[in-house]
């Protein structure tokens, strides 16, 4: 769109009470289109990374290619947004702060000062809901390695959702302003551990993608490398790794590594075969993936002894109890 243009006119501390935006009406192959180009590198980021800049839907994929943009849409578009409160750009905690602050706020603002005034030493505060379906809100502490994290579950869900805006919305959606609170009782108990099984399992999923994606390769090239004559040089060495691969294969066990770390360890190892790959592809433009170093990674593998030593000291995971500092639990029982 012409924003990028209109912005650099319509500024702050402009001399002019007005300003006229000129458009022109161009023949259709020189006529202004969607940006494709970044459009697809938006998607690229969210699907390797993780992103927070939501698109609007006609940008996504299938609706932008050859689109031309006309005088009018952007017109329709400008009204719309006129009509929108805003005093700025939205950051991506804006939504968490409407849970406090505004018109729409989930919490009065008495409770809230009570709430974040309070001294007592608490590990975690816990609240018990009465909702139709069971699901799971759960604040995760902060560490030396990653930040304070968001996450909802609920009975339907597949997937715990880590977005704030996500998250967010499955509150408001969840939480009435007349929210019946409950007692803790036992078979609440129970619910709450069976959620956190199921959070257990999907674990891996709270990570940033490119973590995720190269938790992936880890799980399928050593196994692929343990089977390569000679790559395995002792007994010892034959142990340690088939429990690294145990470890990478099982799922939801209590007991496992520091995820983020193991990923960490397996970015760094693989850091050489990229930097090689890199080299090899000069200055082409495209975005370079774990997926893209894969047949070299199995062609020339990593020693055995150096994956073992670059694993070791990598911290265990966390108990949930140790994690969670606050959590609400939507309990349809009685």
């Given amino acids: 769109y012409a924003e990028q243009r209109v912005g650099r006119i319509d500024r702050m501390d402009s001399p002019h009470d007005t300003i006229e935006c000129w458009w022109p009406q161009d023949a259709p192959a020189f006529a202004l289109k969607a940006d494709e180009k970044f459009v697809a590198r938006i998607e690229e980021v969210e699907s390797l990374l993780g992103g927070n800049l939501q698109l609007p839907l ?28 805003w005093d700025g750009i939205e950051d991506a905690f804006a939504p968490v702060r409407a849970l406090v602050e505004g018109k729409s706020a989930l919490i ?11 001294t007592t030493a608490v590990m975690s505060r ?15 502490a902060g560490n030396a390695n990653s930040a304070p994290r968001w ?14 805006r996500d998250v967010v919305s499955a509150l408001r959606l969840r939480l009435p302003i007349e929210v019946e609170d409950l007692p803790p009782s ?41 089977k390569q004559a000679g790559w395995i040089r002792s007994p010892a060495q034959a142990d340690q790794i088939q429990m690294l691969v145990e470890v990478l294969k099982v799922s939801g066990k209590s007991e496992c590594p520091d995820w983020g770390q193991l990923a960490e360890a397996w970015l760094d190892l693989v850091r050489p075969t990229w930097s090689r790959f890199l080299e090899r592809r000069a200055r082409k433009a495209a975005i370079t993936r774990l997926r893209d170093i894969q047949r070299d990674l199995l062609a020339e593998p990593i020693p055995a002894q150096r994956v073992i030593e670059r694993i070791s000291g990598i911290a265990m995971r966390q108990t949930w109890e140790e994690r969670i500092v606050a959590c609400v639990l939507g309990y349809s029982g009685t």
Wanted: glycine share 4%; proline share 6%.
């Fill in 58 to 85: 006609v940008m996504q994929s299938g609706g932008v290619e050859g689109r031309i943009v006309r005088p009018e849409d952007f017109q329709s578009e400008i009204a719309e947004r006129a009509d929108q409160p």
């Fill in 126 to 140: 816990v609240s018990l809901v009465r909702a139709a379906r069971p699901w799971l809100f759960v604040c995760l």
């Fill in 186 to 226: 036992y078979s609440a108990g129970r619910e709450l551990d069976r959620l956190l099984v199921r959070l257990t399992q999907m674990e891996r999923l709270l990570l940033p993608r490119k973590k995720q994606r190269a938790l992936e390769q880890m799980t399928s090239v050593l196994p692929q490398w343990a």
């Fill in 108 to 118: 009065d603002d008495v409770t809230y000062q009570q709430a974040k005034l309070d």
């Fill in 151 to 164: 996450v909802f579950l609920a009975d339907e869900d597949k997937v715990p959702l880590i977005n704030l």
